[in-house]
């Protein structure tokens, strides 16, 4: 998925009944267009950029596309990072430069990898038998050693693990005694966590990570503090335990993301993450003169051939920390 804003507003936290937990509220951002779907984005705020090395959070849906139109992303670049694809509902198609066509489907991971640069599409088909499209597009920020590697794509389909009134399918890292076998560049947790109604359930969890609990269905607990729908939980390291609870009636259903504290400050500006000012200036430049640093998306056949990068700001931008 392409970050299509031209300039990014933050929202502050609310006060919390848990001072252990901060609540990060999503904006609304369109993916592209006047006719475009929304998302609903939670990272990356003033306040907080990354979790782990998560540092980009859109969720989106529930889009009946029989009634509206679906997501058509054309061709973009990414350096520096990984795209983790995750869907509740419909399907989309994914292309990109390392010649990978693969569709998204629920329950499944697709996790492409851009190294030093690629582009890639995607766009939701298939509305006549999934006809609601729901769910997250994920960035992980690549460490310094490993942002330069090759162009990769995993895909990988976990099997539901059974717990007391829950449901769990562990995609990345790894969470009540299942391990995905997909790797990762620095320690990492990522996971759909389907909750019955009024359900308690705690979770172990690795006391060097930091963890963000996403609200995506029903009325869901960090602790003591209530999510709405979209609403991101940040739990910080040095806890043991995820404590999380369905407050309400009706099934729940929710991500978990963790990973160790990310060491180093980045740049992130559109669909770049770099490390200096400089360096972002120089993979726009590319990227608008066509540079065989992000190769060709073969077979897409949307409303543009590639996504034009919006015009720098007219300030040098700063590192996140």
Known sequence: ????????????????????????????????????????????????SL??????IDHYGPQDLSADIGMDVPPH????????????????????????HALVRPGELNLMTAGAGICHSEVSIDPASAPVLRGVQLWVALPEAARHTERGFNHF????????GACALVFLGELAGY?????????????????????????????AFEHGVLCDLGAVALGQTQLSVGELGYQGPGRTLLALRNTGESPARLLVLGGAPFGEELVLWWNFIGRSHDEIVEFRRQWQDGSDLFGRVEGYRGRLE?????????VR????P
């Open 77 to 100: 670049p990414h350096t520096g990072l990984q795209t983790a694809s995750w869907l509740f509902n419909g399907r989309i198609e994914h292309r990109d430069s390392g010649g990978v």
């Open 306 to 314: 590639r996504l034009p990068a919006p015009p720098l700001p007219p």
């Open 179 to 207: 391990r995905s076998p997909v790797p990762s560049f620095t320690p990492l947790l990522g996971a759909q966590l389907d909750l019955d109604p009024r359900t308690t359930l705690t979770l172990e969890v690795d006391p």
């Open 1 to 48: 998925m392409s970050n299509l804003e031209h300039s990014s507003p933050e929202l502050t936290c609310a006060a919390r009944p848990d001072d252990r937990i901060e609540v990060l509220h999503p904006r609304e951002v369109p993916l592209g267009g006047a006719r475009a779907i929304r998302v609903r984005r939670t990272l990356p705020q003033r306040h907080r």
């Open 157 to 164: 389909a976990p099997e539901p693990i059974s717990l007391p």
């Open 317 to 320: 931008l700063r590192p996140r």
């Open 51 to 56: 979790i782990g090395a998560w540092c980009f």
